[in-house]
């Protein structure tokens, strides 16, 4: 079973964070009222790059998917939130993905957490964002992923890094292996482990990427055969037992009295989600 859903979207408004590569800035306009229309409408205008949103592979690729034609199953499944703290212009290597959490594999989602979508909204301390290097955006997408997604402006370094010539390797490294990109997410508070990830994209027609509200649940561990709950006793020749969940079912096991001579399982099982 799966736990809440828990809202990773950061909120759009005017004045809103946005990369300084873009001039555009958002902006939100009431221009239906209650008052003199009887109904309230907004018009808003931002390009497809601010605010928690999905990068399709024609972002930076020409002739390739738009983001109306990226597959659901590519921005919905299993994966891992990796908590990974980082300063300003901190660099996020492949050691640390490693570090970060469960085990990347294969069709997974990865998110990653370094604590700057807590500064979202704070303009020049939020644009100072750490990045992936080269190296750890190679990793990802040798290991199979099928998105990675970040709480920060971009995966590239920051525009403050960027020097002449700039060519955004990471966003190359990533979308040429069919590996999609969310950035702008709110990741506080969630804690790092396996989880099912929902990011989808509105449907702009042959667009490079569009605003998502993406959403996660965490995926409860699948217990152990055997499980550790036990109810212990003692028989009256003196051998210790108790009750253990084995594959479905409530199983009597026994064992020496002081130095937990084999015993075996009792021949008792129950077929209940109870102890007896």
Request: hydrophobic letters at 40%; aromatic letters at 10%.
């Amino acid at each position: 079973m799966a736990g809440r859903w828990i809202d990773l979207s950061q909120p759009f408004y005017t004045g809103m964070p946005h990369s300084k590569a873009l001039q555009c800035a958002p902006c939100f306009e009431v221009v239906y009222t209650h008052a003199e229309h009887g109904f309230q409408a907004t018009q808003y205008t931002l390009l497809t790059h601010v605010g928690t949103h999905v990068d399709a592979p024609l972002h930076f690729l020409p002739g390739m998917r738009a983001i109306d034609e990226v597959p659901l199953d590519r921005v919905a499944g299993v994966g891992v939130l990796l908590d990974i703290p980082r300063p300003a212009f901190g660099e996020i290597g492949p050691k640390d993905l490693e570090r970060g959490g469960p085990v990347v594999g294969p069709g997974d989602i990865v998110m990653i957490r370094t604590g700057y979508g807590a500064k979202y909204g704070a303009a020049d301390d939020y644009l100072d964002h750490p990045h992936l290097t080269d190296d750890a955006a190679t990793w990802l997408a040798d290991r199979g992923v099928k998105l990675v997604g970040v709480d920060f402006n971009s995966p590239d370094k920051a525009h403050a890094l960027r020097g002449p010539g700039f060519r955004w390797p990471v966003h190359h490294i990533l979308l040429e292996r069919n590996v999609l990109i969310v950035e702008h997410l709110n990741l506080e508070g969630v804690r790092p482990g396996r989880m099912e990830f929902c990011c989808f994209p509105l449907k702009f027609r042959g667009a490079d990427g569009a605003p998502a509200r993406v959403v996660a649940r965490p995926l409860e561990e699948r217990a152990p055969a055997r499980d550790p709950w036990r109810s212990p006793g003692r028989d009256p020749g003196g051998i210790v037992c108790g009750w253990g969940w084995w594959d479905g079912w409530w199983v009597l096991e026994g064992g020496g009295a002081d130095e937990g001579v084999p015993g075996g399982e009792g021949p008792a099982a129950l077929p209940s989600s109870e102890p007896p």
